[in-house]
């Protein structure tokens, strides 16, 4: 399977992810079945999530308040991967280039064939 994302589709993930609240986001336990995710500056604590349940629902506050830093980290990553994958093509094309022509060349019977 391939897994490439439309370009579209990335610029929005990181039109989102640098709109949001700036990180890091600290998940905080208050009582036995809420947890707030939550931003701090100069001191001060913003509430940007609450999420109330049994602690089944930790791994969802644990993932959403991991998600400022890691979804901008995985975008870079793929960022960074897409190129490479890109050069690394280039180079196989320029190096390869000359046997795709003579292949082809001798598929339509241009060429013989070497004993």
């Not at 986001?25 to 100069?42: A, D």
């Amino acid at each position: 399977m391939t897994a490439v994302i439309p370009q579209a589709d990335l610029v929005a993930m990181r039109a989102r992810a640098e709109a949001a609240t700036p990180g890091p986001w600290q998940l905080r336990l208050i009582g036995e079945q809420r947890w707030t995710v939550n931003y701090y500056e100069h001191g001060f604590s913003f509430r940007l999530a609450e999420i109330h349940g049994f602690e089944d629902h930790q791994a969802d506050a644990d993932f959403i308040a991991a998600a400022r830093t890691d979804v901008p980290r995985l975008l870079d990553a793929y960022e960074e991967l897409r190129t490479l994958s890109r050069e690394l093509a280039a180079e196989v094309e320029a190096e390869y280039a000359p046997l795709a022509l003579l292949a082809k060349a001798r598929a339509a019977g241009l060429l013989e064939r070497e004993a």
